[in-house]
């Protein structure tokens, strides 16, 4: 069936450097993406959204690009900092549009190495 | 921001009991609350769709009778595991809606359950 996927279970990046956590996804139908991150033991932290009428989009220290073309989704973190570390999801909305429903990639693990 | 509080945040069962997971909006109503599980190093997998007020919506491959989810109000959800099993241990979370903002999404912090 169709979902998301990421292309690397972990990431190790020096402090300071800038991170990028990729993720592919495969339904077309999906308008809707988002970027979580998930502390050991705790719930997924929302980080940054996107909808498939963009393909830019900047927070504090986080970019999201979105290339609908090849249908990937990516997540720039600036100056990665040790509380960065985390495990980090794309989910998308699938062909569910605004009902909430999300489905979620494999997640990316991040290290920060001091 | 908004607030999604899960009870309990752990929880320990022997095999054959019932547990209950409640998943409450504290600052928000909320008409639809999602029931994820994850497993050790996995992904969230979504179980099933709670509506207010009527059935809750089951994804292919989960037992309505076995994970059974009540909304009785627009700011609790309960997510009962009947007849427990070690397979059943997992880390459930529930995200909800805030239908005042539409698409806006809130997670819980999630419920560890482990059966013995």
């Known amino acids: 069936g169709e979902s998301v996927g990421l292309h690397l279970p972990t990431l190790s990046v020096q402090e300071g450097d800038n991170s990028i956590i990729n993720c592919a996804y495969s339904n077309s139908a999906s308008d809707y993406f988002i970027w979580y991150k998930q502390e050991s033991g705790k719930g997924p932290q929302f980080i940054i959204d996107i909808r498939s009428n963009m393909d830019k989009r900047q927070g504090q220290r986080v970019t999201v690009l979105l290339n609908k073309t090849v249908k990937h989704l990516s997540l720039q973190i600036a100056a990665t900092q040790p509380g960065d570390s985390a495990v980090y999801f794309c989910?998308?909305?699938?062909?569910?549009?605004?009902?909430?429903?999300?489905?979620f990639g494999q997640g990316t693990t991040l290290q920060v190495k001091p | 921001g908004a607030v999604v509080s899960q009870h309990p945040s752990w929880v320990i069962c022997k095999s054959g009991t019932s547990v209950k997971i409640e998943c409450r909006s504290l600052?928000?109503?909320?008409?639809?609350m999602f029931w994820y599980r994850q497993f050790p190093k996995q992904s969230l997998m979504l179980m099933a769709t709670s509506n207010e007020g009527s059935k809750a919506t089951y994804e292919q491959g989960v037992e309505k009778d076995k994970f059974l989810i009540n909304h009785a109000s627009l700011t609790l959800s309960t997510l009962t595991v009947t007849s427990a099993h070690p397979e059943d241990s997992s880390f459930y979370i529930c995200s909800a809606r805030d239908i005042a903002r539409a698409r806006e999404l809130f997670f819980g912090e999630g419920s560890r359950l482990t059966v013995l």
């Open positions: 989910a998308e909305n699938g062909d569910s549009s605004n009902t909430g429903k999300l489905i």
């Open positions: 600052d928000f109503q909320a008409t639809t």
